[in-house]
């Protein structure tokens, strides 16, 4: 992995034809918020080697690399005499001049030293009259705007800005480099005339603190070269400084371009293109985001897999096998990652196949976001598989209500995590496991008297895109011609002018992976007939009473055939027994179903609330017995 970002630090410096220049790396933007809008210029007058204070100019932001700024300690300078105003210019100012007062500190040559020096007695000559006219700039900007102070030099009737004095830039590359072995609470960690972990070159010096994120720890006594002691933890992974510099602009690359959110956490995606390989593609997936304009976003949400508008695995997997992708998802906690899961050599035949199922899937489902869900259902909670559909049923703390189980740690990160690190690779997804914690999910929502439609339903979109992509495990659906009837799409237009048995035949030949026992058959159609009952009760009473019955969606065998009689009493009590044809089918396959019936509870609760929500596809035939 950090070869990979190495080399996307190497295809943006040759890309913009300056490989030689580091300094970009260690420079960050001032005006990253668009409020640092001023730029408050300090105007030194150089003669003869000597120098001294010539004016403060209001200038504009004009870009990044004028100013040379890096943030420094709280309680210390920044890495150059550009300094953001945070509140109190008065404070900015003091850290401004306290840049010069340290030029001893700089590890640069005595000649440049003694410049700093001079430059130092010239504005501490005119510190007063320096801030006043800061300070009477700084009062005449825009609301709500902000400034930074910098240095200038005259320059004939103009003057030019800090970058162009190549002492500043010095510095600040020097800056730059120090952080790569001297950490304040971990000492020095530096290795001189050693090979580079990373480009296999002897190189003058090597670090041991330049690998970009901060998940790589020395505090741990181990077996490796170094033994993780922080003096010598450089022989376990030494860089160089022109690596480490081409790290630092990957990193930021990444995490700028390739940083990307995940329900609750984040993940960086890092291409990395094989021996033969093509660079263009990386730098292709690299500015894809840039050059996004012309799709429609209604468009995009329906082809990704995740909620993130700018994510990118679509595109990706349009590219070539010799690019493959790595994936590590991650929570920050202030500057340190938390890695959660790292999902490595992910090509794009393997993103192929997975959208590909997610296409074939969606099409399948049109049918219950058209004759299921309601308008604002369909708006907002559209049957299309993405991860927030296994986020569903795996949620995070801040996503839980009530769970009959929970996990150890109390949420479901692991798990939920666990699942997407398998659909991404292709190793198996334990059916029972998905049945247990999909039914928990739909009895939190029963039991709060909420619509268990849409969770259901995305329940079912689970299991069929998990078994169309092949890797549900104890799953037996003993099925012929499996990838022709995959094909196969439900409609009302198929439906519609059926007779109740023919369609009832065709709904479960096209579900036939998940209806392979008569049990399950039985179960799903009392759940169509429950939900009848439910909306007579509704409509005559104003109320469900037979909603106790159901207990909590707890389903057993002998539950499920004493519910039968009752359901029909009931519609026979209110003079609506129209489903006496749809009667005789459940009673028929409980009969052949026999006595020893292999479905868990779990499972048969799953089949009988999915009858419930899926009963709208069976009305026009009753609504035809009815009349």
């Not at 956490?265 to 094989?274: E, Q, V």
């Not at 604002?376 to 769970?403: C, D, G, H, I, W």
């Not at 009848?532 to 469900?544: E, I, V």
């Not at 089918?585 to 609760?605: P, T």
């Amino acid at each position: 992995m950090i070869e990979a970002v190495r080399r996307i630090g190497d295809y943006v410096l040759q890309k913009n034809g300056s490989c030689e220049d580091s300094l970009a790396t260690f420079m960050e933007n001032p005006n990253s918020n668009g409020k640092y809008k001023v730029v408050l210029i300090v105007v030194l007058r150089e003669t003869n080697g000597d120098y001294s204070f010539s004016r403060v100019v209001r200038d504009e932001f004009i870009q990044q690399n004028l100013y040379l700024y890096k943030k420094g300690a709280p309680n210390g300078t920044d890495a150059t005499p550009t300094s953001m105003v945070a509140g109190d210019i008065k404070r900015t100012f003091d850290r401004f001049m306290e840049w010069f007062e340290n030029y001893d500190d700089y590890k640069i040559s005595d000649d440049e030293q003694d410049i700093i020096r001079k430059m130092s007695i010239a504005l501490t000559d005119q510190r007063e009259r320096i801030f006043e006219d800061l300070s009477n700039n700084y009062s005449q900007r825009e609301p709500k705007t902000n400034a930074i102070i910098t240095l200038g030099f005259e320059n004939g009737d103009s003057y030019s800005y800090i970058n162009e004095n190549p002492i500043f830039e010095k510095i600040l590359l020097l800056t730059g480099r120090n952080k790569y072995f001297q950490k304040k609470s971990q000492g020095t960690s530096l290795g001189l005339n050693s090979i580079c972990f990373l480009c296999n070159q002897r190189k003058p010096e090597v670090y041991g603190f330049a690998i970009p994120w901060t998940f790589h720890t020395y505090d741990n006594r181990t077996n490796l070269a170094g033994g993780f002691e922080i003096p010598e933890s450089w022989k376990n992974t030494p860089i160089c400084f022109d690596c480490a510099t081409r790290l630092e602009l990957g990193k930021k690359i990444v995490e700028d371009k390739l940083n990307f959110e995940f329900y609750g956490f984040n993940y960086l995606m890092i291409p990395k293109m094989a021996m033969g390989g093509d660079p263009r593609e990386i730098l292709r997936i690299l500015t894809h985001n840039d050059q996004k304009r012309d799709q429609k976003i209604s468009q995009e949400v329906r082809k990704r897999l995740t909620s993130d508008e700018k994510e990118i695995l679509k595109f990706v997997a349009e590219q070539s096998d010799f690019i493959s992708t790595n994936l590590i998802f991650y929570k920050k906690v202030k500057s340190q990652y938390n890695i959660l899961l790292s999902i490595d050599g992910i090509v794009p035949s393997r993103l192929r196949k997975i959208f590909d199922v997610k296409k074939r899937v969606d099409k399948r489902f049109r049918v219950y976001n058209e004759e299921v869900l309601n308008e604002s259902q369909k708006e907002t909670e559209p049957l299309e598989f993405n991860f927030k559909v296994v986020r569903t049923f795996f949620p995070s703390s801040a996503m839980m209500k009530k769970f009959e189980i929970m996990p150890k740690n109390g949420n479901f990160d692991k798990i939920f995590m666990d699942i997407v690190n398998k659909i991404f690779v292709g190793n198996s997804i334990d059916y029972h496991l998905l049945i247990r914690y999909i039914i928990l999910r739909i009895r939190d929502i029963f039991d709060a008297n909420h619509s268990t439609n849409v969770v259901t339903l995305n329940g079912f979109l689970l299991l069929c895109y998990l078994n169309e992509l092949e890797i549900l495990k104890n799953f037996e659906s003993e099925v012929k011609d499996m990838d022709k009837l995959g094909e196969e799409e439900l409609s009302m237009e198929h439906l519609e002018g059926l007779p109740l048995e023919q369609k009832i035949d065709y709904f479960f030949h096209l579900n036939e992976k998940f209806f392979t026992s008569n049990a399950k058959k039985a179960t799903f159609l009392e759940g169509v007939l429950a939900q009848f009952l439910l909306n007579n009760q509704l409509q005559k009473r104003g109320a469900t009473p037979f909603r106790d019955k159901l207990h909590g969606l707890r389903m057993n065998k002998d539950l499920i055939k004493k519910l039968l009689p009752e359901i029909q009493n009931k519609l026979e009590e209110y003079k609506r027994n129209y489903y006496r044809e749809l009667e005789e089918i459940i009673a028929r396959y409980f009969i052949l179903s026999g006595e020893n019936w292999e479905e868990s509870n779990d499972e048969l609760s799953f089949y009988f609330v999915l009858g419930m929500n899926s009963h709208k596809l069976f009305k026009d035939a009753i609504d035809k017995e009815e009349i």
